[in-house]
């Protein structure tokens, strides 16, 4: 278990920051991957916002105020890259968020990075569509089974909006599968 | 129960108050239906997303980043300057929507039939392009505030950068900036 601490000391040095900044991404690169991949889907693009976000986080750790922990922190960070680029493609390619994300779902069949069987795409379809705060709230609740005081922080989101959210996810999931399955 | 365990119970009763020590988080019971509800649901969906990556994705990632990064010191200050001069080229724009608006607003009380909400994109688009935007100009329509909270001289921007950022967002964002 990384003492968060030293490496937040370390890193705001200017001495020790470059070594500090390979810990960093050594110990934190898969956890922030598999994130950023539940909300961009396509590995490519996760690789991108992935190095973005340490990109980002070595230009403002200065700015991190270590009022909140240190992981939260960065995934926030990576949340809003990952949200950030979705936005970005959507526009470029002149549609709105849901009609994107329902696209980049459908191309997981041919996606040579999935593996899943038909359950398992239903799923991520059923997902693509849900408002961005849900999907949020589900991928990292279902997925990384971390508690609401965890997502609250990273979120910047009351517990109880959440609950509202993540209850309301699995409701429309759910629906979204019995009308997809026999 | 015989009379010593009685004794003890009665002890216990005594220094305790019989009070129920633990506590729940608030809500807990409100919430709890629905928690269970959800649990059932969950039961039936897959447990994995099932995306996968390459073994050797995450094999010198750390050095595909840091090779990312600048080189020398040097470098990154020209980097963080020019971040925090891109931090100011909204406020810039902005302002130069509002010269557009103010300017054409002058004119049009002067014509009939014509009004601000007539106004497109287009027409702002060829306003650019025939009138290059001076940076002192746009200081003027600016709030004093803003001049004076940033260290910053708004004629150091490259009036090539107002354009291109003009250009490339969205001029009902820009506007909003500005309100902020």
Known sequence: MIDEIALVKDLQNNSSKEVAFRTLITNYKERLYWHIRKIVINHADTDDVLQNTFIKIYYNIESFNKQSKLYSWMYRIATNEAITFINKRAKEQHTDITTYYKKVANSLQSDVYFNGDEIQLILQKAIALLPEKQRLVFNMKYFDGMKYDEISEILETTVGSLKASYHHAVKKIEHFIKNNTD | ?180
């Open chain 2, 1 to 180: 129960m015989n009379k010593e365990s009685l004794h003890s119970e009665q002890f216990i009763e005594q220094k305790v108050n019989k009070k129920q020590p633990f506590s729940v988080s608030k809500g807990y019971f409100e919430n709890f239906d629905s928690t269970i509800y959800q649990k059932t649901k969950e039961q039936n969906f897959p447990k994995t997303t099932a995306f996968k990556v390459s073994d050797t994705y995450f094999k010198n990632l750390e050095d595909r980043i840091i090779s990312k990064l600048p080189k020398n010191k040097k470098t990154l200050k020209v980097v963080r300057f020019k971040k925090y001069v891109l931090n100011i080229i909204p406020f810039a724009a902005a302002a130069a929507i509002l010269l557009f608006i103010g300017l054409t607003t002058y004119n049009f009380k002067n014509n009939s039939g014509i009004d601000l909400d007539s106004l497109t994109e287009s027409d702002f688009e060829y306003w650019l392009e025939t009138n290059p935007i001076n940076t002192n100009d746009i200081a003027i329509v600016l709030n004093q505030n803003i001049l004076d909270e940033t260290p910053f001289y708004f004629t150091q921007i490259e009036d090539e950068s107002i354009e291109e950022f003009v250009n490339t967002n969205n001029n009902s964002f820009l506007i909003n900036e500005l309100d902020e």
